[in-house]
């Protein structure tokens, strides 16, 4: 292993399973742990075997199932699998019981070392605390070859204390020295400073012993504080998948790993993730976990490859690099999203369009943007389904007869519904009426019915949420059939019509995407009857209305 390699250490399983309302069940807890294997993380500690003991079952069969190459593949690269211990022999006899069948397995004992921890929690003088992790290291080496000691609160202890300490855990047979910032006290210069003297002032420090850092988000620091450590020297990090933890979380997996990937020639230093698959594990441990990854979380949040801003997506479509550091592909993401909402412009309209097989020249655009920043002023944000109901309203129809020009409707329990409705006509004049019906798509029917004086029969009427959400785009369709007439062609011969249209609008208000619908339909109506009475003055053939 070289210097410029940092080992993750993944400890979702222990600490971010100590998340209030966080615990899976054993087989999740499998499950997660074949999937970080599958991920590349260097270690996995599998649970605090002590707490209970469906945590020492679920532990060990992590141990057994994970912690060992698959049969036939001896070679396989495993995961070393770690058991979490508090200095005492029962802890560790039950972490080792946990972890022993693993083929790398590993003991990870603690003990406090800050004043405040050890005058309130252990009642311990310092050098009780000295002779305490020499005697623990020393019996948990006796078990397992590979052991790690981690000096709780480390951020809040005297540095020259924990030379002391941490001088005898290497002493003891420690391997790893894991420095933990319990409670997100430091720092990212603090921390470094912290990490920087242990491995310059800690006796017995040599090639062979890995420095790590564990640090808590308490401030929002966690990561900022971990990469410092790293810089300081330390070679494994202790994470965990979307920072889960206790309180604020700890520091979060993705964002370490992408930040050194990112910033590679500022670390220059490697990891073995395949980072490919961290948007697929995030999602997993937030099923099981029930902790929600919120929108704006770095890396795996739904935000964090999606843009809105108008200057935004005109950038990103014209070149990439100008608001993204990473590729999504590089985390498990398909592709950026630019989301399409009231800040968006007509570039990115225009872009969304025309993957969307819709090609439209500048007038057709203009109409478009008009409808789109239109409907934008009234739901966050405009999905694919949007733009296809807005276009199908905006270009799909016939030419406008009647045209919606306003509205306006009450109803309820204590009143009769009412309509009033008002339409511009073919003429250009206004028309208002107001009308009663059963229900308010009723009285809006009746009022229209009132303006426009097509007999027709409404065959069917459907409305249905184009999306999801209380803002929900609403889409109408109607079916209405044209009353029966006759029209003499000649004397030898008459044609009888009966035709039905179908209309379609969309709207946030249901009422108003109804009152669309039928005029649309109403519309395509007037037209055809329009257009078969001058075909059948002209004689020219077929009559279309």
Same mark, same amino acid.
């Given at each position: 292993?070289?210097?410029?390699?940092?080992?993750?250490?993944?400890?979702?399983?222990?600490? !971010?399973?100590?998340?209030?309302?966080?615990?899976?069940?054993?087989?999740?807890?499998?499950?997660?742990?074949?999937?970080?294997?599958?991920?590349?993380?260097?270690?996995?500690?599998?649970?605090?075997?002590?707490?209970?003991?469906?945590?020492?079952?679920?532990?060990?069969?992590?141990?057994?199932?994970?912690?060992?190459?698959?049969?036939?593949?001896?070679?396989?690269?495993?995961?070393?699998?770690?058991?979490?211990?508090?200095?005492?022999?029962?802890?560790?006899?039950?972490?080792?019981?946990?972890?022993?069948?693993?083929?790398?397995?590993?003991?990870?004992?603690?003990?406090?070392?800050?004043?405040?921890?050890?005058?309130?929690?252990?009642?311990?003088?310092?050098?009780?605390?000295?002779?305490?992790?020499?005697?623990?290291?020393?019996?948990?080496?006796?078990?397992?070859?590979?052991?790690?000691?981690?000096?709780?609160?480390?951020?809040?202890?005297?540095?020259?204390?924990?030379?002391?300490?941490?001088?005898?855990?290497?002493?003891?047979?420690?391997?790893?020295?894991?420095?933990?910032?319990?409670?997100?006290?430091?720092?990212?210069?603090?921390?470094?400073?912290?990490?920087?003297?242990?491995?310059?002032?800690?006796?017995?420090?040599?090639?062979?012993?890995?420095?790590?850092?564990?640090?808590?988000?308490?401030?929002?620091?966690?990561?900022?504080?971990?990469?410092?450590?790293?810089?300081?020297?330390?070679?494994?990090?202790?994470?965990?998948?979307?920072?889960?933890?206790?309180?604020?979380?700890?520091?979060?997996?993705?964002?370490?790993?992408?930040?050194?990937?990112?910033?590679?020639?500022?670390?220059?230093?490697?990891?073995?993730?395949?980072?490919?698959?961290?948007?697929?594990?995030?999602?997993?441990?937030?099923?099981?976990?029930?902790?929600?990854?919120?929108?704006?979380?770095?890396?795996?949040?739904?935000?964090?490859?999606?843009?809105?801003? !108008?200057?935004?997506?005109?950038?990103?479509?014209?070149?990439?690099?100008?608001?993204?550091?990473?590729?999504?592909?590089?985390?498990?993401?398909?592709?950026?999203?630019?989301?399409?909402?009231?800040?968006?412009?007509?570039?990115?309209?225009?872009?969304?369009?025309?993957?969307?097989?819709?090609?439209?020249?500048?007038?057709?655009?203009?109409?478009?943007?008009?409808?789109?920043?239109?409907?934008?002023?009234?739901?966050?944000?405009?999905?694919?389904?949007?733009?296809?109901?807005?276009?199908?309203?905006?270009?799909?129809?016939?030419?406008?007869?009647?045209?919606?020009?306003?509205?306006?409707?009450?109803?309820?329990?204590?009143?009769?519904?009412?309509?009033?409705?008002?339409?511009?006509?073919?003429?250009?004049?206004?028309?208002?009426?107001?009308?009663? !019906?059963?229900?308010?798509?009723?009285?809006?029917?009746?009022?229209?019915?009132?303006?426009?004086?097509?007999?027709?029969?409404?065959?069917?009427?459907?409305?249905?949420?184009?999306?999801?959400?209380?803002?929900?785009?609403?889409?109408?369709?109607?079916?209405?059939?044209?009353?029966?007439?006759?029209?003499?062609?000649?004397?030898?011969?008459?044609?009888?019509?009966?035709?039905?249209?179908?209309?379609? !609008?969309?709207?946030?208000?249901?009422?108003?995407?109804?009152?669309?619908?039928?005029?649309?339909?109403?519309?395509?109506?007037?037209?055809?009857?329009?257009?078969?009475?001058?075909?059948?003055?002209?004689?020219?053939?077929?009559?279309?209305?």
């Amino acid at each position: 292993m070289t210097n410029n390699y940092v080992k993750i250490f993944d400890t979702t399983l222990r600490d !971010g399973e100590q998340s209030p309302g966080a615990t899976m069940t054993s087989a999740e807890k499998l499950e997660v742990a074949h999937n970080l294997a599958r991920l590349g993380v260097d270690i996995i500690e599998a649970g605090f075997p002590a707490a209970s003991p469906d945590d020492l079952e679920a532990a060990r069969r992590i141990a057994v199932e994970v912690g060992n190459p698959p049969e036939g593949q001896p070679d396989a690269k495993v995961p070393v699998i770690a058991g979490l211990a508090r200095a005492n022999k029962p802890d560790i006899d039950k972490a080792w019981e946990a972890v022993k069948d693993a083929k790398r397995p590993r003991i990870h004992t603690f003990l406090a070392t800050s004043a405040i921890h050890m005058k309130h929690k252990l009642k311990m003088d310092p050098e009780d605390v000295v002779q305490r992790v020499s005697e623990m290291v020393t019996y948990a080496k006796t078990l397992c070859s590979d052991v790690e000691f981690s000096p709780e609160d480390a951020g809040r202890s005297e540095p020259e204390f924990l030379y002391v300490v941490l001088a005898e855990a290497i002493k003891a047979g420690a391997s790893t020295l894991n420095i933990p910032d319990t409670v997100g006290y430091t720092t990212p210069d603090e921390f470094y400073n912290l990490i920087d003297g242990i491995i310059q002032h800690t006796p017995g420090m040599h090639d062979g012993i890995t420095i790590s850092v564990h640090c808590h988000d308490d401030l929002g620091l966690a990561t900022a504080n971990t990469l410092a450590g790293i810089r300081a020297g330390a070679r494994q990090a202790e994470v965990t998948v979307n920072g889960i933890g206790e309180r604020a979380g700890n520091t979060s997996l993705e964002e370490v790993v992408m930040a050194l990937k990112t910033r590679h020639p500022v670390f220059n230093l490697e990891t073995g993730i395949e980072t490919q698959q961290l948007s697929r594990i995030s999602k997993l441990v937030s099923n099981y976990t029930g902790i929600v990854v919120q929108p704006n979380k770095a890396i795996v949040g739904s935000n964090a490859f999606a843009h809105e801003a !108008g200057i935004h997506q005109d950038g990103m479509l014209k070149h990439q690099t100008t608001y993204e550091i990473m590729r999504p592909e590089d985390v498990g993401v398909n592709q950026s999203n630019l989301v399409l909402g009231k800040h968006s412009g007509r570039h990115a309209l225009r872009n969304r369009l025309a993957e969307m097989g819709h090609s439209l020249d500048e007038i057709e655009l203009d109409k478009a943007f008009a409808r789109f920043k239109e409907l934008a002023d009234r739901k966050k944000v405009i999905t694919d389904l949007d733009l296809e109901a807005l276009i199908a309203d905006e270009f799909y129809k016939p030419r406008d007869v009647y045209l919606l020009n306003g509205m306006q409707v009450s109803c309820g329990t204590m009143g009769m519904p009412t309509a009033t409705v008002r339409l511009r006509g073919p003429d250009g004049v206004i028309h208002t009426v107001a009308a009663i !019906g059963t229900g308010p798509v009723d009285a809006t029917y009746k009022a229209i019915d009132s303006i426009v004086s097509v007999p027709c029969t409404l065959l069917e009427f459907n409305i249905h949420s184009i999306t999801q959400g209380i803002d929900a785009l609403g889409e109408v369709t109607v079916r209405i059939q044209s009353e029966q007439g006759s029209t003499t062609m000649d004397a030898q011969s008459e044609v009888t019509y009966a035709r039905v249209y179908g209309g379609h !609008g969309a709207d946030t208000d249901i009422i108003v995407a109804s009152a669309k619908a039928y005029i649309n339909a109403l519309n395509k109506l007037i037209i055809a009857r329009t257009e078969g009475s001058e075909k059948v003055k002209d004689n020219i053939g077929v009559m279309l209305g």
